[in-house]
């Protein structure tokens, strides 16, 4: 859910082996081969792009192809997916005031709004790439915690000091709804399929009734999302709780007063063997005993202190690398904090 094509600054080889600005064509091909259901191309503050993909998109067919832009500035960049429409990104333009009215005008014209690796630094190397705006979090949609990019630097390793993880948690706690994705940021469709950062890797899986861009940015937008580490895939995961009567699925809200039992319930398809850690508010984890089989149907509970809480799990080899991580079940999110 995040890559570039020479319409920014996308590379690939070309027949001959030459080094050129990669055709789209070449970035949507090596997805459909990846059996990647949708794939959204956000070139750094470009639209020239959406063409190509209007053309394409007939004959991929078996692919949902998604416009979108990089919104790439000195305090932040932003996935703005969706966005066709011209957009000022110079700040301090006069329709550029700051960054908040430039998220305000995209989000106007229909854009679904993901903050792009937040924890990334922020200089020479990788200008304004970190998040430094001030921000109006109502207008964000979504964070992209783990970037292909990042885990690139780090050998592979999807926690590591460039991941946002620990950012998007502090906005939870803060009492901020918003999904945690990931995003490959391909710059490079030649790259194999095992390596960090390669079109697709790490994956969002969005859980939506159709495949078509309003149902996959409504399943976004209400935390219907897992982010997939592993290869060749995962092929389920989803979170469910139920209390007092009443249950919620992985993005959605549950009241339960206080001192009511709370049952947790995990799925997994896919990934036997694996282990769910379960993360709650304030970074409290347990790490659940190992069930096998391809597939996994794991229960647990918790007691309610009728506070507004959230509780996600991750999914986690025998090395206790991270295979997937899950958005949460917000708990007495209506209530007062």
Known sequence: LHAHSGHSDGSCRSRLGVRIACPVF????????????????????????????????????????????????????????????????RLGAPEAADL?????????????????????PSGEACMGCGWQAQTDWSKVHAIEVLNGGAMAAFGGRAE?????????????????????????????PDRPVEAPGALGRPATVIHAARLSQSDLMAGLRAGRVFIDLSHPGLKWLDLEAAAAGRTALMGGDLD??????????????????ARIEVVESGGVRELLPAQAGEQIDQTFTRRSDGQRRWLRINLRDERGALLAMGNPVYLNWGAAP
């Open 26 to 89: 070449r970035v949507v091909e090596t997805a459909a081969a990846r059996d990647l259901d949708f794939i959204a191309l956000t070139e750094h503050n470009a639209a020239s792009h959406t063409q190509a993909l209007r053309e394409l998109q007939p004959y991929f067919d078996d692919i949902l192809l998604i416009p979108g832009r990089e919104l790439t500035t000195f305090q932040g960049h932003a996935n703005l997916f969706g966005l066709t429409a011209p957009l000022e990104f």
């Open 100 to 120: 908040d009215g430039v998220l305000d005008r995209a989000g106007a014209l229909g854009a679904t709004v993901s903050v792009n690796h937040p924890r990334m």
């Open 160 to 188: 590591s000091p460039l991941s946002g993880v620990g950012f998007w948690e502090g906005l939870l706690d803060q009492g901020h709804r918003l999904t945690a994705i990931g995003g490959s940021d391909s710059h490079d």
């Open 256 to 273: 339960a007063p206080a001192g009511a039992l709370i049952a947790f319930r995990v799925a997994i398809e896919g990934a036997p063997g």
